[in-house]
């Protein structure tokens, strides 16, 4: 069935990089997606990354597609403490019902320690 | 900007109560959403809606009921509350084209 998977917690220290990884089990999903949760608040898209890509960059963001083994990872560098959130990893399978539904991992709480 | 809001941020009800979680959006987006959030389980999808009228089961539906009468409005209702729903409950919207679901700040439930 479909599954995301993702470590629950990760700590960093400022200025360092994180990188917060995550498997997933449908090869048939076109998008890729992370999204970040801050304290109180909803989910916010933060990135996404199309199915034929293997890298996208943009800014302190890096997100690495490995579609053979299924695997995606968010590398944030230089990581500050208002990057202190849930991030959730999720991806969104072709179905019979258009491929709209989203399945989103359990997330991973990043604490960044200053 | 685009935004979703929902009806309440804190709700506290009793067992049996019947509740109506509100959410709208202002964006013209076909796809509605209703999760709900757990400590160590993530999202997990209640119902979604397609269309106006048109509803769909999700994840974990028991317990739940919705309705989508106009396209910008999509109602989450727990016909007799349980302590078991006390969860975060989050809406979201989207267009079709590439799924990026928009969320609303969430609804905190209690059931006592």
């Known amino acids: 069935g479909e599954d995301v998977e993702q470590s629950l917690f990760l700590s960093v220290r400022e200025g360092d990089s994180s990188v917060i990884n995550c498997t997933y089990t449908?090869?048939?999903?076109?998008?890729l997606y992370w999204y970040k949760q801050e304290p109180g608040a909803g989910l916010q898209l933060l990135t996404y990354i199309f199915s034929n890509m293997d890298m996208k960059q943009d800014q302190r963001l890096t997100v690495l597609l490995n579609k053979k083994d299924k695997h995606l990872s968010l590398r944030i560098a230089d990581t500050q403490t208002g990057d202190s959130a849930i991030y959730f990893c999720?991806?969104?399978?072709?179905?019979?019902?258009?491929?709209?539904?989203?399945?989103f991992g359990a997330g991973t709480r990043l604490f960044v320690k200053a | 900007d685009v935004k979703v809001t929902q009806s309440s941020r804190y709700l506290v009800k009793r067992t049996g109560e019947k509740v109506f979680l509100e959410c709208v959006q202002d964006m013209d987006h076909e796809n509605m959403f209703w999760y709900r959030q757990d400590p160590g389980l993530g999202l997990r999808l209640i119902y979604f809606?397609?269309?106006?009228?048109?509803?769909e089961k999700g994840d974990i539906p028991e317990g739940y009921s919705v309705s989508r009468e106009k396209k910008e409005r999509f109602s989450l209702i727990l016909e007799s509350a349980s302590t078991n729903q006390t969860s975060m409950y989050l809406c979201?919207?989207?267009?079709?084209?590439?799924?990026?679901?928009?969320f609303g700040p969430g609804t905190r439930l209690t059931v006592l």
């Open positions: 979201a919207s989207s267009l079709t084209r590439n799924n990026e679901q928009f």
């Open positions: 999720a991806e969104s399978p072709k179905g019979n019902t258009g491929g709209f539904k989203t399945i």
């Open positions: 809606s397609y269309d106006v009228k048109m509803k």
């Open positions: 449908d090869s048939s999903s076109t998008y």
